[in-house]
């Protein structure tokens, strides 16, 4: 499976932005996609998951009721719709998908499998 993240940039604080990630390659509805995004020092965290085989997401709570997740499973590809942003929200961030994965692990960035390349979103006036 590979992975293609877009859309990042430079946005006002309280602007928006919409990242998009393609999936090539063998997917399935097992599998579930997820936005992580690592700031400069900090460690990679969670942001949005997203299951290919319904609609049920989970967020962040940094994030939550700011930030919406979906999926077009005809374009094999998962959004992440970045509203209100904040200069904390800067940080590259990347799509990760992994098969099979249980609710307990959505969360964690190593229980997935495979990785995009990461696009920058940096939010300053």
């Known amino acids: 499976v590979q992975l293609q993240a877009c859309g990042g940039g430079l946005v006002q604080p309280g602007g928006s932005l919409r990242l998009s990630c393609v999936a090539a390659?063998?997917?399935?509805?097992?599998?579930?996609m997820g936005w992580f995004r690592q700031a400069p020092g900090k460690e990679r965290e969670f942001v949005a998951s997203?299951?290919?085989?319904?609609?049920?997401?989970n967020y962040a709570d940094s994030v939550k009721g700011r930030f919406t997740i979906s999926r077009d499973n005809a374009k094999n590809t998962v959004y992440l719709q970045m509203n209100s942003l904040k200069p904390e929200d800067t940080a590259v961030y990347y799509c990760?998908?992994?098969?099979?994965?249980?609710?307990?692990?959505?969360?964690?960035?190593?229980?997935?499998?495979?990785w995009g390349q990461g696009t920058l979103v940096t939010v300053s006036s």
């Open positions: 390659g063998r997917t399935s509805s097992n599998y579930a």
């Open positions: 997203i299951r290919w085989s319904s609609q049920i997401s």
């Open positions: 990760a998908a992994g098969n099979r994965l249980i609710t307990s692990t959505l969360r964690m960035w190593r229980s997935y499998d495979y």
